[in-house]
């Protein structure tokens, strides 16, 4: 019963020495693969500057397209959804388990609505043809290729940020399954803290992806 | 040894410094800054991100590893962005 080393921990893998051990290595893991993850928006964050920089007005003209109003809720309602993960992370580190499903679950529904809301917004840019691609007008003074390039980096940026948004919602369906069945303890909670901060890796992307594309030029003829 | 367990105040005032953060990002988007505008917002965004960084994913009470696989990530960033508008930002340089 005491700490032989013969006596495993409660909720010890084999093949780790120590609780600590197996969370330090559960979280490094995770953040090694946030950090391509990091690097695989960046390079649309790059490619962003670079085209704004060549195409300002017609980026200016494009950003002026998009709901306001709309964007600045979805930020609350992802900036919400992460506070729901990071309590259902607390509510799992000191063991209750019926209100870490709770709120894993709260943060699945607001995550819905972000993408409700998303669905409402691009199917607004589809029908006033706003897409790029051939069905793609654009009246000027801006150049039309200029306005172009902005959507195609508005839809492949937010299209990224929404793909993982569904696949952290499928993980976090699961998640709260099991964190319901009770498979998580104050020992050992690593896949509730993973996942977690992989929904608050997608919340920073949103951060500035909502400055970048929504507020640009805002105060320009007003 | 065991893991530190961040108070749930700590949350709802991040949580509440994160919106407040986004009310002044959408304000100040209106407001005739020049090229301060950017500068403003980008600002906010960093220290938004920082924020969720430091307390929602629990780096500030992380061991040193983490720390450093975590500023790696946004230092090699950094360096993409750089190293790339060093180039394309100067090129009208050596034309003109």
Known sequence: MSSETTTRAWGL????DSLEQ???ASFLGMWIFLVTEIMFFGGLFAAYILYRWYNHDGFVAGSHELDVTLGAFNTAVLIGSSLTMALAVWAAQVGRRKLTAL????????GLVFL???VIEYRAKFEHHLFPGPGFEWPGPEPAASVEMFFNLYFLMTGLHALHMIIGIGMLLVLAWLAWRGVFSPENHNLVEGMGLYWHFVDIVWIFL???LYLLGRNAGA | MAEHVTPIRVYILVFL???????ITVGVAYLHLGPLND???MA?????????????????????????????????????????????????????
């Open chain 2, 39 to 41: 500068l403003v917002a």
């Open chain 2, 17 to 23: 410094a994160l919106m407040v953060g986004t009310a």
């Open chain 1, 116 to 118: 409700g809301v998303k």
């Open chain 1, 210 to 212: 909502f400055p970048l």
């Open chain 2, 44 to 96: 906010i965004a960093v220290t938004k991100a920082t924020l969720v960084v430091l307390y929602f994913m629990h780096v500030r009470h992380s061991s040193r590893l983490t720390k450093i696989t975590v500023v790696a990530g946004f230092l090699w960033l950094a360096i993409l962005v750089g190293l790339l508008l060093s180039d394309y930002l100067t090129r009208g340089f050596l034309s003109s």
């Open chain 1, 13 to 16: 893998d084999h093949q780790f």
């Open chain 1, 22 to 24: 197996q969370r330090e």
């Open chain 1, 103 to 110: 709120y894993i679950l709260l943060t699945i529904a607001l």
